[in-house]
C-alpha cells in the first residue's frame, strides 16, 4: 500500500480478487466503478475508510479505488482503498449538513464552452467559472463553439481578455468540424469536467469528439435535476484513450463555496504581478488608495472587463 492511502479497518480476507478502477457514479450506498480492465461494476463500501487524524473521508466520483472481488459471492466489489486524490472540487454539504460535499476527484482540468452565438456569449460567467476552478487548484480551458455563426475576428474578440490573461482558447464548429482535433488532443488521457451554459453544444462537441459517449441529454437531466439538486452527482463518462469527461454537476453547483474574499484578486491570474505592490497590505483593491491593481486597470496593462468581474464576484461574497 503506497503513501497517503486509506485502508480499511478490518483486516482484508484472504483468498479475494484485487481490482483498481475510477468511481464513475453513486452518490451513497452503491458505486459504479469502472475498473481498468474496462468493466463496470457494483461496488460498496464495507465499513468506514478512516484517514489519519480519525477523518472520515467520503467517497466521491473520480476517485481510484482498489477492490477486493469476492469469487465466491455475488453480492459485488467491496471497496477497500481510496487513493490520495490530485485535486477536488467541493462544495457545501447538501440539507443543512456540516462539512463539504466532494463534486468530482481527480480532475485535471475544466472546460468551459460557451457559444460564439446563439445563445450570446457571458464574459461575466465565464469569469466567474474561471474563478472557481483558480480557487479549487484546477486548469481551466476555454471553447467558442458555433464559430460558423460569426467570423473569425469577431470570435476571437469574445474571450480576448481571458486569452491575454493565458487561459488556452479554442474555437470550434460542430458544423464544419473546425477546431475539433486540437481540442480531442486536449482531452485525451486527461480527466476534464465539462461545464457551460445550456444549448452552447456541449453534448454536440462531445458526442462529435468521441462517438459514443452518449452524454445525457438536456431532457433528462432536468428531470433527475428537478427539486433534488442536492441529491445528483456528477456522471463520468470513460475516453477511449484513458481519461473522463465529467458531465454535471460541475463548476456551477459548486458556486463560490469555499472562496474567501481575499483570495479572489490571486484567482485572476493577471492580477498576481500587481498584488503585493499596493500601499496597504491588507488592500481589497476596490476604493483604497496607492491600489496598484487599479493602477494596472487606468494604465490598460490590465483588462477593465476582467476587473469589474472582480469587483462583482468580491460583492457577491460580500452579500
Ligand atoms: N450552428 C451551430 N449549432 C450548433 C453547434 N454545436 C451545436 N449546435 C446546436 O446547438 C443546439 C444545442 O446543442 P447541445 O449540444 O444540445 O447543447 P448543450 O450545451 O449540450 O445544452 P444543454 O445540454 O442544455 O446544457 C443544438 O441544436 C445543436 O445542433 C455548432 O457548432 N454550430
Ligand atoms: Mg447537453
Ligand atoms: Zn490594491
Known amino acids: 500500500m503506497s503513501n497517503g492511502a486509506v485502508a480499511l479497518t478490518q483486516p482484508m480476507p484472504a483468498g479475494d480478487i484485487v481490482v483498481d478502477g475510477v468511481v464513475v457514479q453513486g452518490t451513497g450506498g452503491q458505486w459504479i466503478v469502472r475498473t481498468d480492465g474496462g468493466a463496470r461494476v457494483i461496488a460498496s463500501l464495507r465499513g468506514r475508510l478512516k484517514q489519519e487524524g480519525d477523518e472520515v473521508l467520503k467517497l466521491a466520483v473520480g476517485d481510484r479505488v482498489t477492490m477486493l472481488v469476492d469469487p465466491n459471492e455475488t453480492v459485488g466489489c467491496t471497496i477497500t482503498r481510496i487513493h490520495p486524490r490530485t485535486s477536488q472540487l467541493a ?66 474578440a469574445l474571450f480576448a481578455d481571458q486569452a491575454a490573461a493565458g487561459y488556452p482558447v479554442h474555437y470550434t464548429s460542430v458544423h464544419t468540424g473546425v ?53 445528483v452527482g456528477a456522471v463520468l463518462h470513460p475516453l477511449p484513450g484513458g481519461g473522463f469527461i465529467a458531465d454535471t454537476p460541475g463548476l456551477r453547483e459548486v458556486g463560490l463555496w469555499g472562496i474567501e474574499a481575499r483570495d479572489v484578486a490571486w484567482c485572476f491570474p493577471e492580477f498576481r504581478p500587481y498584488l503585493g505592490e499596493c500601499r496597504f497590505a491588507d488592500c481589497m483593491h476596490l476604493v483604497e488608495p496607492g491600489c496598484a491593481l487599479r493602477d494596472a486597470v487606468e494604465r490598460g496593462e490590465v483588462s477593465a472587463a476582467r476587473y469589474d468581474s472582480f469587483g462583482r464576484l468580491l460583492n457577491e461574497l460580500g452579500e
Open 91 to 156: 462544495r457545501r454539504a447538501p440539507g443543512g449538513a456540516r462539512g463539504e460535499r466532494v463534486v468530482v476527484a481527480n480532475l485535471d482540468q475544466v472546460l468551459v464552452v460557451f457559444a460564439a452565438a446563439r445563445p450570446e456569449p457571458h464574459p461575466r460567467m465565464l469569469d466567474r467559472f474561471l474563478v472557481i476552478a483558480e480557487a479549487n487548484g484546477i486548469a481551466a480551458r476555454i471553447v467558442v463553439n458555433k464559430c460558423d455563426l460569426v467570423s473569425k475576428t469577431e470570435a476571437r
Open 179 to 231: 477546431g475539433l482535433d486540437s481540442l480531442r488532443e486536449q482531452l485525451a488521457g486527461r480527466n476534464t469536467a465539462l461545464s457551460g451554459p445550456s444549448g452552447v453544444g456541449k453534448s454536440s462537441l462531445m458526442n462529435t469528439l468521441f462517438p459514443g459517449l452518449n452524454l445525457r441529454t438536456a431532457a433528462i437531466s432536468d428531470s433527475v435535476n428537478k427539486g433534488r439538486h442536492t441529491t
